[in-house]
């Protein structure tokens, strides 16, 4: 291979495969790129973000101790300006009180306390801090996939408190091993079963159902159901599809994978007593399952029967599900479009399909083959940056690190990508079409010049924008960059390139 196709792959693996490179990070993978990115590869699963965040269940508490200071807040309050005497006996005041503020509960973000708050911003800001600086960024870019894939988001207030957990438990471990493993480590795990109301889903014929539908769903009830699932029984004493309808629509077989409605409500059925513990189990905030509300009886998924009971019956559907070749085909093809084009090659989804089914969806070997294909190498880049991305390469490209959530909180937001807000569970878009909107270039412009003027100070852009691009530099930046009036202005001119901000 020739030197100057050494350099451009070395170029290609830390931009399009990585994060962005920062300084030193171009030499380091020249003279091996492939090896400079398998090398980041490992069974033991993605790096943890700095710091040491709660448990989901630690989260959780926090949460339902807060929604009681503030309901014990709201009806002292009712209690203080309640009318000395009421004709009808009921208090006007107090009914108020007791209902949720309409503007705040439209804001979920208002109904987390300012202790939550704190600790979301840490997560959010311990892994951006990660991806700024770590030295294997296509690990880190692994796991955003699949955190992408696997979305948990801050949409529904408990759910945004527990979304660092969740990926710390549930995602970065199982990154680079066998996917039926990732995905029942995620699907029963308690901010999945939250964030897509699986806790809400009881069996219709189960012995919860049955113990609501007589009336007998109050007082002595509590303690046998335990509270949460008493109190979700009496609000929806049914069955919930929204966790079954997404695993399959959107985390295994895909929209077309063959299956029906009917299969959607028989998983659902199967599903049933996948909730998280209340207090009274002494389990508050973890993964359990309630027979009583498992709804009893044969399954059949996809033309497969499933005789197992309770929580085996999960276990095999998912299994199964994780080995469909309609699951290797969609997930591959989403692996594809996220590092190589928005219409990846049709060669390339075909040669990581075919390792997913020979080594069994073990996403070592699927990693593996996505660094090995040649398809992957096309010196022509094929995707728009999304603003995570966006910011992360500038932080890199600029050797700096980011100071706080307070800091890429806003700008985030202002870009379109609240940071752990994905709108659905279909996650973050990641074509060009949803990014490369003229007001959203403007706004990137904005952040470009702001941020040029903090950082770069005394430094040669033009050495910055050799380090951070490398052989994708076309001629024309490199001239703009070294006509510019002051070097802030030259490092913004870098970050606005068409090659800074494609990869």
Request: aromatic share 8%.
């Amino acid at each position: 291979m020739a030197l100057a196709n050494q350099d451009l792959m070395a170029a290609i693996a830390v931009t399009r495969f990585g994060l962005g490179a920062k300084p030193g990070e171009l030499a380091a993978a020249r003279s091996d790129p492939q090896g400079f990115l398998k090398t980041q590869i490992r069974r033991t699963g993605a790096d943890q973000p700095p710091g040491q965040p709660a448990s989901t269940a630690q989260r959780m508490a926090e949460f339902r101790d807060f929604r009681k200071e503030r309901r014990e807040e709201r009806l002292e309050k009712a209690a203080d300006t309640r009318p000395a005497s009421s004709a009808t006996g009921a208090d006007p005041a107090m009914m108020d009180a007791a209902r949720p503020n309409r503007r705040e509960a439209a804001d979920p973000v208002k109904q987390i306390g300012n202790v939550l708050r704190k600790d979301i911003a840490a997560d959010f800001g311990a892994r951006v801090e990660l991806a700024a600086t770590t030295d294997a960024a296509f690990r880190e870019r692994w796991a955003l996939f699949w955190a992408n894939h696997f979305t948990v988001s801050a949409t529904k207030p408990i759910a945004g408190t527990v979304v660092g957990p969740f990926e710390a438990e549930a995602i970065r471990p199982h990154v680079f091993g066998r996917f039926g493993d990732l995905l029942d480590a995620v699907e029963t795990h308690p901010a999945m079963l939250t964030y897509l109301d699986q806790i809400q889903s009881v069996g219709p014929d189960s012995p919860a159902a049955e113990f609501v539908k007589n009336g007998r769903g109050r007082g002595r009830g509590a303690g046998l159901f335990g509270g949460q699932l008493q109190q979700t029984a009496q609000r929806t004493p049914g069955l919930n599809e929204n966790l079954a309808r997404e695993i399959m629509e959107l985390h295994t077989v895909g929209v077309n994978g063959g299956y029906t409605q009917a299969d959607v409500t028989e998983f659902a059925r199967a599903m049933t007593g996948l909730s998280i513990g209340a207090e009274r189990d002494g389990a508050y905030g973890t993964a359990v399952f309630r027979e009583q509300a498992h709804e009893p009886g044969v399954r059949t998924v996809m033309k497969v029967r499933y005789d197992g009971d309770g929580r085996r019956q999960t276990a095999q559907i998912l299994a199964d599900l994780a080995a469909k070749p309609q699951t290797a085909q969609f997930v591959c093809g989403k692996i594809a479009r996220h590092f190589v084009a928005d219409d990846p090659p049709p060669a390339l989804v075909a040669r990581l399909t075919d390792a997913w089914m020979r080594s069994g969806g073990d996403l070592t070997v699927v990693a593996e083959t996505l660094v090995s294909a040649p398809e992957a190498w096309d010196p022509v880049p094929g995707k728009f940056k999304t603003p995570y991305e966006f910011i992360v390469s500038s932080f890199r490209a600029a050797g700096a690190q980011p100071v706080g959530f307070q800091q890429l909180g806003p700008i985030l937001t202002s870009l379109g990508q609240k940071p752990f807000s994905a709108p659905s569970p279909k996650g973050w878009a990641e074509d060009a079409q949803s990014w490369a909107a003229p007001d959203a270039i403007v706004k990137r412009m904005q952040f470009a010049q702001t941020f040029s003027q903090n950082v770069v100070r005394d430094r040669d852009p033009k050495q910055l924008a050799a380090d951070a691009l490398g052989e994708r530099l076309t001629p024309d930046t490199a001239k703009a960059i070294a006509r510019a009036e002051s070097r802030p202005e030259g490092f913004a001119l870098l970050l606005m390139s068409p090659e800074f901000q494609r990869r």
